[in-house]
């Protein structure tokens, strides 16, 4: 042939996709047997990408780019990124932030996490609400936080992600996902979670895609303990580069609510400090801003050199047992300890006992 016939992309598992190419093929050159030519390029095609990628060398001596960010310090490029807590903790609120800030390009956004200006394509796969519901909450943040009119892309999910694989490859393709949201990951991994081979199942699938992942999961409802884990197998914490857990606290009969996000697993960069974010809801809006975890009810969770300073901020200058008296459940010994880690840094000592030297912000 002395000129290109088509240019397009072709779902290779989709009969459509197929005929569609076809057809536009016969258009152009009627005497080839496109249909035969088209199905022996798909199936030999697959062939190869079942049979896996091959293996290569590292050298030392490689220019290699460090990992990257796509949305500091939540989404690491290419990794599966875990966002989780208990229900009703505005998970699946913060997934679709997430993914709108990634879908628009946002550098400036307003909660200062640093994000590319390019468009990431999202891809929303959702096996616990519908399509009207995802679409009136991305809605109401689109309201809430003053944004231009945008679309992720979504689908309703009911089958594990291992048994629908190529058909969600195929998804992806069609819409270019360079990102994908998986809302929740217990009904994609499917059967037992506390078993490992299910769970490793859901891991080889998202392999395959090959693709940047927001996991929504929930926690343990019996758990006590104030860090908790991801529900199900402990190779979902292992498997996960980036996992954040998300606490709330709410008062009853209040249109608002805060939550926490707390860093608790990272393959990739130094741990965060706690992260606060103040949800406020009215008819057809959100709106979510940074706030200060010290002054909620989640101050009992934060690190104890940033409940030391609340303390300190509250009462002034204190010995370090009347700091531990203030905090309940710490002894003097642990309180000199966090104290003398971060003198000069964050507290000062002077004759009556210890002060903050300067205000540190926990937003």
């Known amino acids: 042939f002395d ?12 009969p459509r996709s197929q005929a569609d190419l076809v057809k536009r093929l016969e258009e152009k050159c009627p ?32 220019d290699v780019a460090a990992p990257k960010y ?19 903790s505005a998970k699946s609120f913060l997934a679709l932030l997430w993914g709108m800030i990634l879908q628009l390009g946002w550098p400036d956004n307003p909660f200062k996490w640093q994000a590319s200006i390019r468009s990431y394509n999202v891809l929303y796969l959702d096996w616990e609400t519908t399509r009207s519901e995802a679409n009136w909450r991305q809605k109401c943040l689109k309201t809430g936080l003053d944004l231009p009119d945008m679309c992720i892309s979504y689908r309703r999910c009911s089958q594990p992600v291992a048994d629908d694989i190529e058909a969600i490859g195929g998804i992806v393709a069609d819409f270019s996902a360079d990102i994908i949201i998986i809302d929740s990951v217990a009904a994609a991994c499917g059967g037992e979670l506390n078993e490992a081979q299910p769970v490793l199942r859901f891991f080889a699938a998202l392999r395959r895609l090959n693709r ?8 343990p409802k019996a758990l006590e303990e104030r860090t908790k884990s991801i529900y199900g197998s402990v190779f979902f914490a292992n498997y996960g580069r980036n996992n954040w857990e998300v606490k ?9 609510f805060v939550v926490g996000l707390f860093h608790r697993k990272t393959n990739l960069s ?41 303390v300190l901020l509250g009462s002034g200058t204190l010995s370090p047992g009347a700091i531990a008296e203030e905090l309940g459940g710490v002894t003097d010994a642990t309180v000199r300890t966090y104290l003398n880690r971060f003198k000069d840094k964050r507290f000062l000592k002077g004759a009556d006992g210890w002060g903050v030297l300067e205000k540190h912000n926990i937003p």
């Open 3 to 14: 000129s290109v016939l088509a240019q397009s992309k072709l779902n290779m598992l989709s």
């Open 31 to 62: 005497s080839q047997d496109w249909e035969h030519i088209i199905e022996t390029i798909c199936l030999e095609t697959l062939e190869v990408m079942r049979q896996g990628e091959p293996a290569a060398e590292m050298w030392t001596n490689e």
């Open 70 to 88: 796509l949305l500091y310090p939540f989404v690491a490029e290419g990794q599966p990124n875990f966002l989780y807590g208990p229900g009703g």
């Open 212 to 219: 940047t992942s927001i996991l929504v999961a929930h926690t």
């Open 248 to 256: 709330k606290t709410q008062q009853v009969g209040e249109d608002e």
């Open 270 to 310: 130094k741990l965060h400090r706690p992260i606060g974010l103040r949800f406020q809801f009215a008819e057809g809006s959100t709106k979510i801003s940074l706030t200060d975890l010290r002054e909620t009810d989640l101050s009992p969770d934060l690190p104890l050199q940033d409940r030391i300073e609340q």
